[in-house]
């Protein structure tokens, strides 16, 4: 199954990540719409970022959520009626929302994070 | 389980083109589609059955600020629809179903209910019942705030409402099921354009048992994308569905635009969905801890009443019974299909809307069918279970089966059915009384052949069980079949409605919370068991009396915005008892706040927790001059019955001997010692019925009523509710 995997040891607290994923999932620069979070906390950097471990598949009233190929839980906006259960019911939290957006959004692996960080924190991987 | 799971029923969809070929179109009423603004439509729909007018009505500001919407809507609909003289069955009463402003948001649990108001046919004032499944909030984004039927139809009709398309039609319909989990199947691929549209179709439909009896409930569906089946939710009390079945309404058809996040067009989205997350992550984390919800429903509580001796044993004679632990959650964890998200609307991650599923019939006209249950809940388990002496699962959950497709009350049945099975016991009723039925007590078939006879509008089950407790007890006493006042101490009924499921003998304010309520004894209004008997939080009269001010106002709100109940209460903040006082507590005051935020959040009127319990008295106020207008509504009609105040027989008595000898000591000062079980009983019913009574003195002072129960002229000036005709109505009664 495809993930992406962190290595918070790494991680300087950039954010370029939170920069391009809001870009490429949400058409931002809002560090509010990105999947990906960096926080602080006594000085060492905290990433949280879904693990794919598809928790949210089966709290979905409707079945928006399901894996695709690759093993990535993906979220169907046209399905979605944007009841935020899966929200509330992730196991780390990272299903995100945002007062602009209608549906929750969430990592689909895509790597674009990756590619920003300077400093080799973040890489797809596989599990 | 695998939540995937192929599940297999028996289907009713043979020849479904040609049902829908048999349609007629009767009339038709083409309107622009539009989604609401801020929670509201502004506007309402109505069909006349008589006429086969179809028209709509605009909804103010003043309506709006008045009545907010639900069941505010309903009973200012209702009021402008009848008269003083109507009955249930003139075409004239009205059916109306509101949805509220807040219903159909998504995020928030327990957003999607309607209220449905008509004229009760077993109370004959207004009754009004809260009701879940998705046909409010897809009224609602098909363009209406409500929707009002009128007079009747000369045949069996449908009304279909199509949202998307704008176009409202009346149709004969002459092939499809009366019964609900038939016509809910069968209306639904009728008019669902596919397998993924089958979601934004709702259907209200009662069934055969709801022509022939008074007790008749309305059924909502809604469609399971993960079972591929219609499942059923009632608007169950006070008869509701005998006066759709007396319009000649088949079913209600509603076909809206397939729901998204922001339908309501809130005023402020983040609000709401930050309301939502916050819940459900309490549910998350909390749930398993308090009442598992997701688990088992309400049928959490048969084994927590049974402990406290406060589960309705052989029509409310007992409080416990020892076989109480076969309907009791250890039973329906394994019944109820686990994982699945069961919620009667989307987003109620509380998911109580449990079921039994590939259920196989033993008896009636299905018989061998392979069905899902809705249910049972609480009320079914303890009203049609231990309430008769039934404990075999079995028949309970056949019982609510057969009450759910009918068309039948499972509460009002359950009571129903106690009632008789006592009468049964005592003699007043036998096997050529009941034209052969046994109704022992535990006789789990005679109980659905009971039913069975309802819905065919033969037997004992048509003309005397399917009429209500209220009816019967003055049938079997013009009968010569039994003492008057026995029959009054024994029938669970209060304005003539009966009576729901818990045992109110030792928690005085219970008492108030049944019997002081606008519709009749349904527990909606107040739940004070705990409070009261258990907690020992409101021990003075005035405690109670600002208890059954608090707790109706406040309970009110959720019928005139669209939500659920038990979402407020059913699961609390992990700091709720720790950071309040036990009062406060049991009030929940975040999920209080969270409500302001839900209301301001769509409406983007901004209130205040002190605003709801005002919105809701309004509305409250209201109704009680309703009933008094309708010829109830004053003091004479807030009786309780005996059974529902203190022990009645002498096997009550002697069975908690301890207890009630214990109570002559400490409340009476009387030694029981060398006293009669026949004395101790007089003694104990002179000081509860007097009890009550000082009772009922104190809520009526709270709630700003004269020593009759009428609201004063003052009370009705300070809720803002002082109309002409609202002031006309109480006049009467204030010289
Ligand atoms: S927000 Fe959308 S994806 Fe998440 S549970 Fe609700 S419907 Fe499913
Ligand atoms: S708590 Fe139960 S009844 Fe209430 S909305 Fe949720 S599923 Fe429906």
């Not at chain 2, 049938?475 to 304005?495: H, P, S, T, V, Y």
């Not at chain 2, 009526?700 to 109309?723: A, C, Q, V």
Request: with cysteine.
């Amino acid at each position: 199954m495809k993930y992406l995997k962190t290595t918070p040891a790494k991680c300087k607290g950039v954010r370029a990540c939170e920069k391009a994923c809001a870009r490429t999932i949400n058409k931002s620069d809002d560090p509010a719409k990105s999947a990906i979070r960096v926080t602080a906390k006594d000085g060492v950097f905290e990433i949280n970022v879904c693990n794919q471990c598809g928790a949210c598949i089966d709290i979905c009233p409707v079945k928006a959520l399901s894996r695709n190929k690759q093993g990535v839980v993906m979220l169907d906006r046209k399905l979605c009626v944007g009841c935020l259960m899966c929200v509330g019911y992730c196991p780390t939290l990272s299903m995100r929302t945002h007062p602009d957006l209608r549906e929750p959004f969430k990592c689909i692996a895509c790597g674009a994070c990756a590619r920003a960080c300077p400093e080799q924190a973040l890489e797809i991987a596989e599990k | 389980m695998d939540v995937n799971k192929v599940f297999e029923y028996t289907r009713y969809l043979d020849g479904i083109e040609k049902m829908k070929a048999a349609h007629v179109v009767l009339a038709e009423y083409a309107y622009t589609p539009s989604l609401p603004e801020k929670g509201y439509t502004n506007r309402t729909l109505h069909v006349d059955l008589s006429t086969m007018k179809i028209s709509e009505k605009k909804v103010d500001e003043a309506m709006k600020k008045t009545f907010t919407g639900g069941r505010g809507f309903g009973l200012k609909y209702l009021w402008d629809a009848i008269k003083p003289t109507t009955k249930w069955n003139d075409p004239e009463n009205d059916i109306i179903i509101s949805p509220g402003p807040i219903c159909g948001i998504t995020q928030y649990p327990g957003a999607g209910k309607s209220l449905v108001v008509t004229l009760s046919p077993i109370t004959n004032i207004p009754i009004d019942s809260n009701v879940g499944a998705y046909l409010g909030p897809l009224l609602k984004f098909s363009g209406f705030d409500a929707l009002e039927i009128q007079g009747k139809a000369t045949e069996d009709v449908i009304v279909v409402l199509e949202g998307v398309k704008g176009r409202v039609t009346i149709e004969r319909a002459p092939l499809e099921s009366v019964n609900s989990h038939v016509a809910a199947e069968q209306f639904t691929h009728e008019y669902a354009a596919d397998e993924a549209d089958r979601r934004n179709v709702s259907v209200a439909s009662a069934g055969q048992a709801a022509e022939h009896s008074l007790i008749g409930c309305l059924n909502f569906c809604y469609y399971d994308v993960r079972r591929k089946v219609t499942r059923l939710k009632q608007a169950g009390r006070g008869g509701i569905g005998t006066v759709f079945r007396d319009k000649h309404l088949k079913a209600l058809v509603v076909h809206g635009p397939q729901v998204k996040g922001d339908m309501n067009r809130p005023a402020d989205l983040g609000r709401v969905q930050r309301a939502g997350v916050k819940l459900h992550r309490e549910m998350h984390d909390f749930d398993d801890k308090m009442c598992t919800m997701r688990k088992v429903g309400t049928t959490n509580i048969v084994s927590v009443m049974n402990a406290y001796d406060l589960l309705p044993v052989m029509n409310f004679q007992y409080g416990s019974h020892p076989d109480a632990k076969h309907i009791d959650k250890t039973t329906w964890i394994r019944k109820f299909t686990q994982g699945i998200p069961d919620g009667c609307w989307y987003g109620c991650s509380m998911a109580c809307a449990h079921g039994v599923d590939e259920f196989a019939l033993r008896t009636g006209p299905y018989q061998g069918h392979k069905v899902i249950v809705d249910g049972p809940e609480y009320e079914t388990a303890a009203g049609c279970g231990s309430n008769c002496g039934i404990f075999d699962p079995h028949w309970v959950i056949e019982c609510n089966f057969y009450c759910d497709t009918y068309g039948i009350d499972t509460i009002s049945f359950g009571t129903i059915t106690g009632f008789v099975m006592e009468c049964w016991q005592r003699g007043i009723l036998d096997k050529e009384r009941t034209g052969g039925l046994e109704l022992t007590w535990g006789n789990g078939e005679a109980q659905l052949e009971m039913m069975h006879q309802m819905a065919r509008g033969e037997g004992f089950g048509a003309q005397y069980a399917g009429q209500g407790v209220h009816r019967m007890k003055t049938m079997f006493a013009d009968n010569g079949w039994g003492d008057r006042q026995l029959l009054d101490d024994i029938a669970l009924e209060g304005k003539g409605l009966e009576q729901s499921e818990y045992m109110s003998k030792e928690s005085l304010a219970q008492q108030g919370g049944y019997y002081l309520t606008n519709k009749g004894p349904q527990h909606d209004e107040a739940w004070l068991i705990f409070m009261d008997m258990v907690n020992n939080q409101i021990p003075t009269f005035e405690d109670k009396a600002e208890a059954l001010y608090y707790f109706p106002m406040f309970r009110t709100w959720f019928g005139l915005n669209g939500l659920c109940k038990l979402p407020w209460n059913d699961i609390e903040p992990g700091d709720n008892r720790t950071a309040n006082t036990p009062q406060e507590a049991a009030k929940v005051p975040e999920h209080v706040q969270n409500y302001v935020d839900l209301f301001s959040g769509v409406t983007g009127r901004e209130i205040t927790k002190e605003e709801i319990i005002a919105m809701s008295e309004r509305v409250y106020q209201f109704q009680r001059v309703f009933d008094l207008r309708m010829g109830k509504g004053t003091r004479q009609y807030d009786k309780a019955p005996y059974r529902a105040v203190g022990p009645v027989t002498r096997e009550e008595y002697e069975s908690r001997q301890e207890r009630y000898d214990k109570q002559l000591t400490d409340w009476m000062k009387v030694d029981p010692a060398g006293k009669s079980t026949e004395e101790k009983m007089a003694l104990h019913r002179a000081y509860r019925e007097d009890r009550y009574q000082k009772l009922v003195d104190a809520v009526y002072k709270r709630r700003g009523w004269t020593e009759n129960g009428i609201p004063t002229l003052e009370t009705l000036r300070r809720n803002g509710i002082d109309f002409p005709e609202v002031v006309a109505a109480v006049k009467p009664h204030l010289k």
